[in-house]
T-cell receptor
Framework: EPEVTQTPSHQVTQMGQEVILRCVPI?????FYWYRQILGQKVEFLVS????????KSEIFDDQFSVERPDGSNFTLKIRSTKLEDSAMYFC?????????????FGSGTQLSVL | DQQVKQNSPSLSVQEGRISILNCDYT??????FLWYKKYPAEGPTFLIS?????DKNEDGRFTVFLNKSAKHLSLHIVPSQPGDSAVYFC???????????FGKGTRLHILP
């Protein structure tokens, strides 16, 4: 079965450093998402991306965050200057249609640890 | 701002019995509801969904019930198996929206 792949599985960084989390969505999917889960808390929506632009973002997704689909297969999340509170599991997801009509497929996540 | 609430952080059920996981929501614009299952060190995987035009959807051992007037849905697993031990997330999406909102999850333990 096709799957969403994320790299790396674990990223450790110093506070203030930039990180890029990488995702390869399922090839025929059109909608892409980033979610995150801080330890012990709920899975939180960060951003959705369709047709090469952000379609929706949450209040968490401030100017320190950006997303890009640089080459038609990868979908990246960049955090410009990491903070301690950015430590979380970051999940990439994709779907063929908007999620009101179709399920999301999630990757296995990147555990980001900011020291 | 908890639009999707799972009030039980954990639940233990004997193998072979029925597991019932509950979820409440506050946003009347939600039109599509999903349950995801998550094992440690893995991403959430889709389990079952229901749209607001239905009150029940069944898929093998899994059945989701939706009570729109009460803004409540539940996931029934019968019979429960050891592999069902996981965290279960309830999620909801407004119609024609492109994000889903998750609850905090309920950790289900299936006891031998």
């Amino acid at each position: 079965e096709p799957e969403v792949t994320q790299t790396p599985s674990h990223q450790v960084t110093q506070m203030g450093q930039e990180v890029i989390l990488r995702c390869v969505p399922i090839s025929n999917h059109l909608y892409f998402y980033w979610y995150r889960q801080i330890l012990g808390q709920k899975v939180e929506f960060l951003v959705s991306f369709y047709n090469n632009e952000i379609s929706e973002k949450s209040e968490i997704f401030d100017d320190q965050f950006s997303v890009e689909r640089p080459d038609g297969s990868n979908f990246t999340l960049k955090i410009r200057s990491t903070k301690l509170e950015d430590s979380a599991m970051y999940f990439c997801a994709s779907s063929i249609l908007t999620v009101s009509y179709e399920k999301l497929f999630f990757g296995s996540g990147t555990q980001l640890s900011v020291l | 701002d908890q639009q999707v609430k799972q009030n039980s952080p954990s639940l233990s059920v004997q193998e072979g019995r029925i597991s019932i996981l509950n979820c409440d929501y506050t946003n009347s614009m939600f039109d599509y509801f999903l349950w995801y299952k998550k094992y440690p060190a893995e991403g959430p995987t889709f389990l079952i969904s229901i749209s607001s035009i239905k009150d029940k959807n069944e898929d093998g051992r899994f059945t989701v019930f939706l009570n729109k007037s009460a803004k409540h849905l539940s996931l029934h697993i019968v019979p429960s198996q050891p592999g069902d031990s996981a965290v279960y997330f309830c999620a909801a999406a407004p119609n024609r929206d492109d994000k889903i909102i998750f609850g905090k999850g309920t950790r289900l333990h299936i006891l031998p």
